[in-house]
T-cell receptor, first 113, second 114 residues
């Protein structure tokens, strides 16, 4: 069975500081990992995904994520946070052969001016 | 949200009524999905469809029904059997259902039971 955990319900960071949103996963095979962002009363927007290859994945809006197989983690990062980055972030995982995508419970990111 | 439309944006339902949520995509994707979002619970899969005239139950299909008569359309009916239907409903689509394919989401429909 596949599962994903976002250990922090809320992350606060000052504007201009680096941000990290944590995600850990559990699969029995090879994982495909995704990050999405959701603004209030909107659908999810795709940020980036890890399929294979380079462990550092670059995505939209300056976000990147690092795949760490030994720690089964896929943390989302950005070098310098913007107030406009404040939103709800979801990590998701799919085991290689699985049909379904499993989502974490979400992390609310607040960037303080 | 581009390429996937959901309507209406807000929907109010009385007890005992069935309501249908619309989802249309112009991305030429084969696979379509319905998710339910509740605060603090992430997204839960209701139904998905890999091809026209075929669909599969997700984790919380009870009280819901779907159809897939056209590639572009995947409507969701919330029946009176769904005891707690108040939630935010999200439709998504992808090229295929497997592996590396990215799911793209519509803007959502917020359903409230009066």
């Amino acid at each position: 069975a596949q599962s994903v955990a976002q250990p922090e319900d809320q992350v606060n960071v000052a504007e201009g500081n680096p941000l990290t949103v944590k995600c850990t996963y559990s699969v029995s095979g090879n994982p495909y990992l995704f990050w999405y962002v959701q603004y209030p009363n909107r659908g999810l927007q795709f940020l980036l995904k890890y399929i294979t290859g380079d462990n550092l994945v670059k995505g939209s809006y300056g976000f990147e994520a690092e795949f760490n197989k030994s720690q089964t983690s896929f943390h989302l990062k950005k070098p310098s946070a913007l107030v406009s980055d404040s939103a709800l972030y979801f990590c998701a995982v799919r085991e290689g052969s699985a049909r379904q995508l499993t989502f974490g419970s979400g992390t609310q990111l607040t960037v303080l001016p | 949200d581009g390429g996937i439309t959901q309507s209406p944006k807000y929907l109010f339902r009385k007890e005992g009524q069935n309501v249908t949520l619309s989802c249309e995509q112009n991305l030429n994707h084969d696979a379509m999905y319905w998710y339910r979002q509740d605060p603090g619970q992430g997204l839960r899969l209701i139904y998905y469809s890999q091809i026209v005239n075929d669909f599969q139950k997700g984790d919380i299909a009870e009280g819901y029904s779907v159809s897939r008569e056209k590639k572009e359309s995947f409507p969701l009916t919330v029946t009176s059997a769904q005891k707690n239907p108040t939630a935010f409903y999200l439709c998504a689509s992808s090229i295929l259902t497997g592996g590396r394919d990215t799911q793209y989401f519509g803007p959502g429909t917020r359903l409230t039971v009066l």
